[in-house]
């Protein structure tokens, strides 16, 4: 399938190349849409300037090619597929991450207007009065509903969006992985330093501290698929 191509270590390997040697000497990847840097690692995607199908995607002078692959930020990579009004089949990113290190940040300055995304904080605020991460346990049950039902709609590609963007944790790689399977997602991983995360906790609960020190003890990398 497609999205295998996008987790395999052929794939991964010649990605690692290509930011290595187009690195700027200020020290950035420069987007080769718009010229500006790119500033987080997670942000920089691998375009393929022949667009990659099920029919073309195992051709590796297509989808292996460095000449036909340019590094775009993510919201440019969107704009070159409307502009040139090729829209592939309905994408998915699963969009994970620590607590506190920005992956709702990220979706914001990435997802178009008409973008389905899924994150349990925003359900937790849209169906309460409380401020967001305040979490009260007597509506847990509702929120999960409404989590399960809107991932649903994304595994069944039900609506008219073009790009669903799963908002999680998901430091365990089983987790992540049974979700890319059965949503045909794309990994982003927003990584940063536990230090980073912690500095971002001064607004919420104490008990964040917490969650990030559990979500670093428990993470676990994503291995690369050795084919596709």
């Given at each position: 399938?497609?999205?295998?191509?996008?987790?395999?270590?052929?794939?991964?390997d010649?990605?690692?190349?290509?930011?290595?040697?187009?690195?700027?000497?200020?020290g950035y990847?420069?987007?080769?849409?718009?010229?500006?840097?790119?500033?987080?690692?997670?942000?920089?995607?691998?375009?393929?300037?022949?667009p990659?199908?099920?029919?073309?995607?195992?051709?590796?002078?297509?989808?292996?090619?460095?000449?036909?692959?340019?590094?775009v930020h993510?919201?440019?990579h969107?704009?070159?597929?409307?502009r040139?009004?090729?829209?592939?089949?309905k994408?998915?990113?699963?969009?994970?991450?620590?607590?506190?290190?920005?992956?709702?940040t990220?979706?914001?300055?990435?997802?178009?207007?008409?973008?389905?995304?899924?994150?349990?904080?925003?359900?937790?605020?849209?169906?309460s009065?409380?401020?967001?991460?305040?979490k009260p346990?007597?509506?847990?049950?509702?929120?999960f509903a409404?989590?399960?039902?809107?991932?649903?709609q994304v595994k069944?590609?039900?609506?008219?969006?073009?790009?669903?963007?799963?908002?999680?944790?998901?430091p365990?790689?089983?987790?992540?992985?049974?979700i890319?399977?059965?949503?045909?997602?794309e990994?982003?991983?927003?990584?940063?330093?536990?230090?980073?995360c912690?500095?971002?906790?001064?607004?919420?609960?104490?008990?964040w501290?917490?969650y990030i020190e559990?979500?670093?003890?428990?993470?676990?990398?994503?291995?690369?698929?050795?084919d596709?």
């Open positions: 399938m497609l999205h295998d191509f996008y987790n395999s270590k052929p794939w991964i010649l990605l690692s190349i290509l930011k290595s040697e187009r690195i700027q000497p200020d990847i420069h987007c080769e849409h718009c010229g500006k840097p790119i500033i987080h690692k997670y942000d920089c995607i691998g375009h393929h300037t022949i990659l199908t099920a029919q073309n995607y195992r051709d590796v002078t297509i989808s292996l090619s460095p000449e036909l692959i340019i590094l993510h919201k440019c969107n704009k070159i597929h409307n040139f009004g090729f829209m592939p089949a994408k998915v990113y699963l969009v994970y991450g620590a607590p506190c290190s920005g992956k709702t990220f979706v914001r300055e990435n997802a178009e207007l008409n973008d389905l995304v899924v994150d349990l904080d925003s359900i937790w605020q849209a169906i009065i409380n401020d967001r991460y305040i346990n007597e509506l847990k049950q509702n929120v409404i989590r399960d039902t809107l991932i649903d069944t590609r039900y609506g008219r969006w073009q790009r669903a963007w799963v908002i999680g944790g998901y365990r790689q089983m987790d992540r992985q049974r890319v399977n059965s949503l045909g997602a990994e982003i991983f927003i990584e940063q330093t536990k230090d980073f912690l500095s971002n906790i001064n607004e919420k609960n104490p008990e501290k917490q559990t979500w670093f003890d428990s993470y676990q990398p994503t291995p690369p698929l050795l596709y």
